[in-house]
């Protein structure tokens, strides 16, 4: 490229000057600015690849809570129709029971059962203190949630 011609009356502090060679000096600078672009991408997909294994972690364990919650829920029902049965003496005793259905396919309810006699005025009641705890297990995750009802007679 050839340089530009200017007036006299130009100053020549104030025409540009020209670098030929500068052309050859930046070769490999495009290389340098591609491999630090490919480094921030990577970076940048890492760290959603993260967030995402870490985010799906946490769906699992929340529905396996779930799971668990309505297999130890599932325990006192089935608890409670022995302690308070249609016909016959009621029965409180440990249960425990393991689900096949598909909805709880790997988890299981542990029940106990507590009787206390409460004095009420001149009448003694029953007082009967029901524990269940549903674990749920799926691959190597284990979750459990424990509920605890009181009933009176």
């Known amino acids: ?63 396996q809570g779930s799971r668990a919650f309505f297999a130890a829920q599932s325990g006192l029902e089935l608890a409670l129709t022995r302690v308070f049965p249609l016909t016959g003496a009621a029965s409180c005793s440990t249960l425990s029971l393991n689900f096949s ?19 009420a005025g001149n009448v003694a009641t029953v007082l009967y203190q029901l524990s269940s705890t549903g674990i749920c297990q799926a691959d190597n995750f284990i979750t459990s949630r424990e509920l605890v009802l009181e009933v009176r007679q």
């Open 101 to 119: 259905d598909d909805g709880l396919r790997g988890c299981r309810a542990e029940v106990s059962c507590q009787a206390l006699s409460l004095p």
């Open 1 to 63: 490229m050839c340089p530009k011609s200017y007036p006299e009356s130009y100053p020549e502090s104030r025409q540009p000057t020209y670098y030929p060679a500068t052309a050859s000096k930046q070769r490999g600078s495009a290389l340098v600015i591609a491999v630090f672009i490919i480094v921030v991408m990577l970076a940048v997909i890492l760290s959603l690849s993260r967030l995402l294994l870490s985010s799906s972690e946490s769906l699992v364990y929340e529905v």
